[in-house]
């Protein structure tokens, strides 16, 4: 009884889908909608022949067609709500053509119920096949982008921007990642129950790549309102450590530079934070770039002291930070260190005969600050 009405029916389908989705409907006139026709003529013919069986209603071949659908779809950049739509418009012709030709045939409202049940379960069917074939592709795709961004990641902290430009450039236009002037590199770290599993989701105009235990985070110039605070979304409680603001072929001194502040975090020189951003704390990375070089200043301008028994020579260095703090001012010494002001006379008394004369000049009293900064403390 249906079998006539195929021709009509296909027919019927192809004018529906194209007046009512415009993004099928420029592709009409070529392949596309040659194909279209011919993927409706098949779809039919299978839906005739699962009458009377016990077959599934797609299997083998026929689900990996209707897979391939939802994957083209997604390889051509259309939407998934579009094909979905002409599989809806496509159940509703096929209902109003085949049971207008059933009923003429007069079968019972039984076998009508029965029809429009086999129609709408079989357009379940191949939409979730092709929804199945859309979000593989849509994954594939993602995790091509993944590799694509991880690499140019790469490529910037390993300084090639500078080296192989046109290699980074191509690399940006596959991961639609415009390289901008000044970008900083940010340290992430991982915590241990996390090792092994995804990239946590980044902002879109970050680059993330996988460090040993560390997830390092490429970003545009991050001093921009609110930028800092977009690095922490998916992240939990992570901190995030961010290096100074450099241009591209610099990346890897911006690396350097988060590392930095996050050991000063860790050695308690710096507070910690969510996001912790290096030129936040320019002067402690300064003083703390050499540890050695700074060991050997204070070693050299606090030599004067060292014969002086230990808990009397710390009572002489605490005395001394706080006179160096406060530009001299022997009344703020004394309520800095809750001592009779008397006392800081007697100390001062006791450092300047030990430092001499060097007390008075600027380039020593300098020297003396930073062999006594927090860091040099700690």
Do not use: C
Not at 70 to 87: K, N
Not at 110 to 134: C, K, M, N, P, Q
Not at 253 to 272: D, M, N, Q, T, Y
Not at 280 to 307: C, F, I, K, N
């Amino acid at each position: 009884m249906l079998e006539p009405a195929v021709p009509a029916t296909v027919d019927a389908i192809v004018a529906e889908v194209a007046a009512g989705e415009p993004e099928y409907r420029a592709g009409m006139s070529g392949p596309f909608g040659v194909a279209l026709r011919r993927g409706v003529e098949i779809a039919l013919a299978r839906w005739l022949a699962l009458f009377g069986t016990d077959e599934p209603a797609l299997a083998g071949t026929a689900r990996i067609v209707y897979e391939r659908i939802g994957a083209g779809e997604s390889d051509e950049g259309r939407s998934l709500e579009a094909l979905l739509a002409a599989y809806r418009t496509g159940a509703r012709v096929v209902w109003e053509k085949m049971a207008a030709a059933a009923s003429a045939s007069g079968i019972s409202t039984a076998d009508l119920v029965t029809l429009a049940e086999a129609i709408f379960v079989y357009i379940d069917e191949l939409s979730a096949s092709s929804v199945e074939g859309y979000a593989s592709e849509q994954a594939a795709e993602a995790g091509y982008r993944d590799v694509v961004r991880s690499r140019l990641a790469q490529m910037l902290i390993d300084g090639e921007s500078a080296r192989q430009p046109d290699t980074v450039r191509q690399l940006a236009d596959a991961a639609a990642w415009a390289v901008p002037d000044r970008l900083a590199v940010a340290v992430i770290p991982r915590p241990a129950e996390s090792s092994g599993r995804r990239l946590p989701p980044a902002p879109p105009d970050a680059l993330l790549l996988e460090r040993g235990p560390d997830i390092l985070a490429v970003v545009p110039d991050p001093s921009g309102p609110g930028r800092r605070e977009r690095l922490t979304a998916g992240l939990g409680d992570a901190e995030v450590y961010v290096g100074t603001v450099r241009p591209p072929h610099e990346a890897a001194l911006s690396l350097a530079h988060a590392r930095r502040v996050r050991r000063l975090v860790e050695a308690g020189i710096v507070p910690p934070g969510t996001v912790v951003a290096a030129a936040d704390w320019l002067p402690e990375m300064v003083v703390a770039a050499d540890d050695r070089l700074l060991s050997e200043l204070a070693s050299r301008v606090l030599a004067p002291l060292a014969a002086v028994p230990e808990s009397r020579r710390q009572v002489l260095l605490d005395t001394l930070r706080a006179w160096l703090d406060h530009h001299g001012d022997r009344q703020a010494v004394a309520a800095t260190l809750v001592v009779h002001p008397q006392t800081v006379s007697y100390r001062l008394a006791r450092l300047n005969a030990l430092l001499g004369a060097g007390l008075q000049e600027p380039h020593t009293r300098f020297a003396l600050r930073l062999a006594l900064t927090p860091h040099r403390a700690a």
